[in-house]
């Protein structure tokens, strides 16, 4: 229990000196990738700092997707009658 609050406050700190900004996906993935490492083997730690990776990549991936997708709709040539 004492390393899943001290992985815990290891993400929170390194989340608050990271900002914000660059942490987009990593909270939710921190949390649910150290419950399954804490699970599957007393992992915590590693769950944690693997769904933080996993969750900023799928946040990033997402939004290049919805960038994509914007610019797209904008550059679609309007077809004169």
Do not use: W
């Not at 001290?6 to 987009?24: D, R, V």
């Not at 799928?58 to 960038?67: C, E, G, I, K, T």
């Amino acid at each position: 229990m004492k390393r899943m609050f001290l992985g815990a406050t290891i993400a929170l700190a390194a989340l608050t000196a990271a900002g914000a900004a660059e942490a987009k996906g990593c909270i939710k993935g921190a949390i649910v990738g150290g419950i399954a490492g804490h699970y599957a083997g007393h992992h915590g730690l590693m769950g944690a700092a693997a769904g933080c990776a996993i969750g900023r990549h799928r946040a990033n991936s997402r939004s290049r997707q919805m960038d994509q997708q914007q610019m797209g709709s904008q550059a679609q040539p309007v077809s004169a009658r």
